[in-house]
């Protein structure tokens, strides 16, 4: 007996990406990536062996296990890299936009 045809659901349409705009200001990184940056060159001296995704599980067993205070000064450093970013955020915000209609207008005389 032939198996049961089933009808498929219709894929409901993609969204289209939204386009970041290059001169925007980026993310800051927070204090577990800021904490990675500076022990990673230590644990690779000391796991030559290891593969990326095992450096990775290190660093976070690591993250886990350090001292709240240690952990405190990466806070304060990802704390002030956000207020730095959410000024330039602003500032970026205020700037007018370049108009997208006069590159419509550009099309369309050629």
Same mark, same amino acid.
């Given at each position: 007996? *032939?198996?049961?045809?089933?009808?498929?659901?219709?894929? *409901?349409?993609?969204?289209?990406?939204?386009? @970041?705009?290059?001169?925007?200001?980026?993310?800051?990184? =927070?204090?577990?990536?800021?904490?990675?940056? =500076?022990?990673?060159?230590?644990?690779?001296?000391?796991?030559?062996? %290891?593969?990326? !995704?095992?450096?990775?599980?290190?660093? !976070?067993?690591?993250? !886990?296990?350090?001292? %709240?205070?240690?952990? %405190? @000064?990466?806070?304060?450093?990802? %704390?002030?890299?956000?207020?730095?970013?959410?000024?330039?955020?602003?500032?970026?915000?205020?700037?007018? @936009? *370049?108009?997208?209609?006069?590159?419509?207008?550009?099309?369309?005389?050629?």
């Amino acid at each position: 007996m *032939p198996p049961k045809k089933t009808q498929r659901k219709a894929k *409901p349409e993609k969204k289209q990406k939204k386009v @970041k705009d290059p001169n925007a200001p980026k993310r800051p990184m =927070s204090a577990y990536f800021l904490f990675m940056n =500076s022990v990673r060159p230590e644990v690779r001296k000391e796991n030559p062996e %290891a593969t990326i !995704g095992d450096i990775a599980k290190i660093m !976070g067993k690591m993250w !886990g296990e350090i001292d %709240a205070d240690k952990k %405190a @000064k990466f806070d304060k450093d990802a %704390a002030a890299a956000k207020k730095k970013w959410e000024v330039e955020k602003a500032a970026y915000e205020k700037k007018p @936009k *370049p108009a997208e209609s006069e590159e419509e207008e550009e099309e369309d005389s050629d």
